[in-house]
């Protein structure tokens, strides 16, 4: 009679599969659960609101302060929302393989500290703020942005794609693993989780098309732009001091973004590899009567 009174999962000893950031056991109590995901939770509000804060009135300034025209506005602004779509597939890869999901998230916070600096910068300083254009001046010539300045903004734009590439596809998936999906009550909050990471991806997005838009358009482009960029400092702070507390997965060695990584590396190895021949050798291989790699 007493077996039936025991309880199916030991909650006391370590957690199969996890280990905390140095390498060790973990146990359920000291580790993960909503400890750690509060934090991820603070850190994805501050990061939905520094990228709407961009996206939201990108087109206006691009027509605004750069002179584009709205084709040539939309067309960039596609682009670089389009690559900002596109880049998780290599930022998930990078992860799985190599990287790791709090690592891949740290960096992606750093690419995007340093790319809301950079527009605020570009926003602000007079050698990276392009000149204005009045109507009723008689030389235009010399208004606009030049090369530099575009090129400048456009670099701290793409930081802030690729930041992009390795912050969808792991914030999420970093915070699930805070909770063992074995454990009833620990599968309840994981749920539970979800949700609020919803709502804090939601609320993000409307301060940001709410206060940050209002502040571009009547205060100042460089402080819309500056007040993204200290936002996530202190958000990236607390995700930091949250590292004692994170549960870490142990890595799978055969996930379909590990593969499409090592994949990648091992094209790049075969193509060096085969560059060097023709290089060296010529036609030796043919000659030896070795084919040719299949790629």
């Not at 939905?48 to 025209?69: D, E, H, K, Q, W």
């Not at 597939?89 to 809301?116: E, K, M, N, P, Q």
């Amino acid at each position: 009679m007493e077996s039936q009174h025991q309880p199916l999962l030991d909650r006391s000893g370590p957690l199969n599969g996890f280990f905390d950031y140095r390498g060790r056991d973990v146990h359920r109590s000291s580790s993960g659960g909503w400890n750690a995901g509060l934090f991820l939770l603070g850190l994805e509000v501050a990061a939905r609101f520094a990228y709407y804060g961009v996206s939201s009135n990108l087109i206006t300034y691009l027509t605004g302060p750069l002179g584009m025209s709205i084709a040539t506005a939309a067309a960039a602004a596609n682009a670089w929302s389009g690559s900002g779509s596109m880049l998780p597939l290599v930022g998930a890869s990078l992860a799985d393989s190599w990287l790791g999901r709090y690592r891949a998230i740290a960096l992606a916070t750093v690419f995007s500290i340093l790319g809301y600096g950079m527009l605020a910068l570009s926003a602000v300083l007079p050698p990276l703020k392009p000149s204005e254009c009045h109507s009723h001046s008689t030389n235009n010539s010399h208004c606009g942005p030049t090369s530099f300045q575009l090129a400048f903004f456009f670099i701290s734009l793409y930081l802030i794609a690729i930041a992009q590439g390795f912050d969808k596809p792991c914030g999420l998936a970093f915070g699930a693993d805070q909770f063992d999906q074995s454990d009833p009550q620990e599968s309840v909050s994981r749920s539970s989780f979800f949700n609020w990471w919803y709502f804090s991806m939601c609320t993000g997005i409307t301060i940001a098309v709410v206060v940050a838009s209002y502040i571009e358009d009547n205060i100042g482009w460089g402080l819309g732009f500056g007040m993204l960029s200290i936002i996530m400092i202190p958000a990236f702070i607390m995700f930091l001091l949250g590292t004692s507390t994170y549960r870490f997965h142990e890595m799978e060695k055969k996930t379909p973004f590990g593969r499409l990584g090592r994949s990648f590396v091992s094209l790049a190895r075969t193509s060096l590899r085969v560059g060097t021949m023709s290089r060296g050798g010529g036609n030796r291989g043919a000659e030896q009567g070795i084919d040719p790699p299949v790629i």
